[in-house]
């Protein structure tokens, strides 16, 4: 499976942005996809993921009500919704696939199976 991410770019604070992530060369129905971030200097931070077994997205408390994670089963393509961008969102956003992940397993990069190569988001205050 390769993952291609884009959208990232530069925001002022309170602005809004979509990632995408594309994917080829699987099954993309029957793959849990999420999202990390990493800013510099700090270790990946899970973001969000939508779990194909059940259909449902999942958050980080760091994002809820501010980013939301959707995918198109047509398009292979999972999305990352970003509104009211902070400064602290500032990073390199990574998109990630996986198969049969139990739900406490999802925040776990060790847990996926596939990366994309991340695109950059950086928010000016």
């Known amino acids: 499976v390769q993952l291609q991410a884009s959208g990232g770019g530069l925001v002022q604070a309170g602005g809004s942005l979509r990632l995408s992530c594309s994917a080829s060369?699987?099954?993309?129905?029957?793959?849990?996809t999420g999202w990390f971030r990493q800013a510099p200097g700090k270790e990946r931070e899970f973001v969000a993921a939508?779990?194909?077994?059940?259909?449902?997205?999942y958050h980080a408390d760091s994002v809820k009500g501010r980013f939301s994670i959707s995918r198109d089963n047509t398009k292979n393509t999972v999305y990352l919704q970003m509104n009211n961008l902070k400064p602290e969102d500032t990073a390199v956003y990574y998109c990630?696939?996986?198969?049969?992940?139990?739900?406490?397993?999802?925040?776990?990069?060790?847990?996926?199976?596939?990366w994309g190569q991340g695109t950059l988001v950086t928010v000016s205050s």
């Open positions: 939508f779990k194909w077994t059940d259909a449902s997205p």
């Open positions: 990630a696939a996986g198969g049969r992940l139990i739900s406490s397993s999802l925040p776990n990069p060790a847990a996926y199976d596939y």
């Open positions: 060369g699987g099954t993309f129905r029957r793959l849990t």
